[in-house]
């Protein structure tokens, strides 16, 4: 994130490397005291505003304030209150937050660096469920079913891991003559790390 094209500094909120996050969790947050000063302010000229309402709405009653001025000071209120608004999102987006339930890996920032956009902080793995990609070649492309069972190995993992088809490209590769298809399998105790080199059977016909 930047302010005015001036990247912010980290106040890390990260967990430990390794750790577990949950769906939600804080991760990271960026310095925002000039955005906490930007939202007291606007907060202020809010009441003042509201304050303000107050009368003029009693004054019209009683008949001594005009529509006119009614009008101007409930678009003043409105003014303000959008200010706010756009302060507290802009706070909101010095928070970056877990996605999905996962591990968090190595840190790539230290608290007081400063980043922007590009800037890499930490990587987030989900690993209690992995996805599998492997091409079928194109003459076999017609027998893959989803639902159907593959079973695969990776290396320094002694045994083998079962999956399942469940989504594939509806089209051959034009370069490699394949098709691409995808399984999903469950890691519940995080053998497997995506990344890895897998070397899949499928089973086709019996």
């Not at 529509?67 to 802009?90: G, K, R």
């Not at 995506?194 to 899949?200: D, E, H, K, L, R």
């Amino acid at each position: 994130a930047q302010a005015n094209g001036v990247p912010w500094a980290v106040a890390l909120e990260q967990p430990e490397e390794g750790g577990r996050v949950a769906k939600g969790d804080l991760l990271v947050k960026l310095n925002d005291n000039d955005l906490r000063a930007t939202l007291a302010r606007a907060s202020s000229r809010r009441e003042l505003a509201l304050r303000r309402k107050r009368r003029i709405e009693q004054l019209f009653k009683d008949g001594i304030a005009n529509e006119e001025e009614l009008d101007t000071v409930l678009n003043d209120v409105a003014v303000q209150e959008a200010d706010v608004a756009l302060t507290q999102a802009q706070i909101a987006m010095t928070e970056i937050r877990a996605p999905f339930d996962g591990v968090v890996g190595l840190r790539f920032v230290s608290e007081g660096a400063f980043v922007n956009a590009s800037s890499r902080v930490a990587t987030l793995q989900r690993l209690d469920r992995l996805k599998v990609d492997f091409p079928v070649p194109e003459r076999l492309a017609g027998r893959v079913r989803k639902g159907s069972p593959v079973t695969f190995s990776v290396a320094g993992v002694a045994s083998r891991t079962t999956g399942s088809i469940y989504a594939f490209d509806p089209r051959i590769d034009s370069t490699t003559r394949t098709l691409l298809v995808r399984a999903v399998c469950p890691n519940p105790e995080g053998r497997l790390l995506p990344g890895a080199f897998a070397s899949v059977e499928i089973t086709l016909a019996e």
